[in-house]
């Protein structure tokens, strides 16, 4: 049975900082590609970051410069690092793999930013 579960998020500042991570189980984690998405109030999911098995990363032009996705294929978790966060990278943040699993969503974790 494949888990995912995220944390990490929470309330931040404008122009401050997290760490999100996500727990896999039940997938051969070290040869998919991973993804981390996000849900903002009234918008679609859409995705954010993505890193190949073999460590290859991609980001989207709206976190470019900002954000950092990483992976510990002997913990099978993958990690965001967020920095100068925006009031716009407010939302739930998801992980998956990719393409996704449209079954396996986890319940996400919150980033909340403040201006």
């Known amino acids: 049975q494949v888990q995912l579960v995220e944390s990490g998020g929470g309330l931040v500042q404008t122009g401050g900082s997290l760490r999100l991570s996500c727990a896999a189980s039940g997938i051969i984690f070290r040869v998919k590609t991973m993804a981390w998405f996000r849900q903002a109030p009234g918008k679609e999911r859409e995705l954010v970051a993505t890193?190949?098995?073999?460590?290859?990363?991609k980001n989207v032009d709206s976190v470019r410069g900002r954000f950092t996705i990483s992976r510990d294929n002997a913990k099978s978790t993958v990690y965001l690092q967020m920095n100068n966060l925006k009031p716009e990278d407010t939302a739930v943040y998801y992980c998956n793999t990719l393409p996704p699993d449209m079954n396996v969503w986890g319940t996400g974790t919150l980033v909340t930013v403040s201006s």
């Open positions: 890193i190949g098995a073999g460590g290859f990363t």
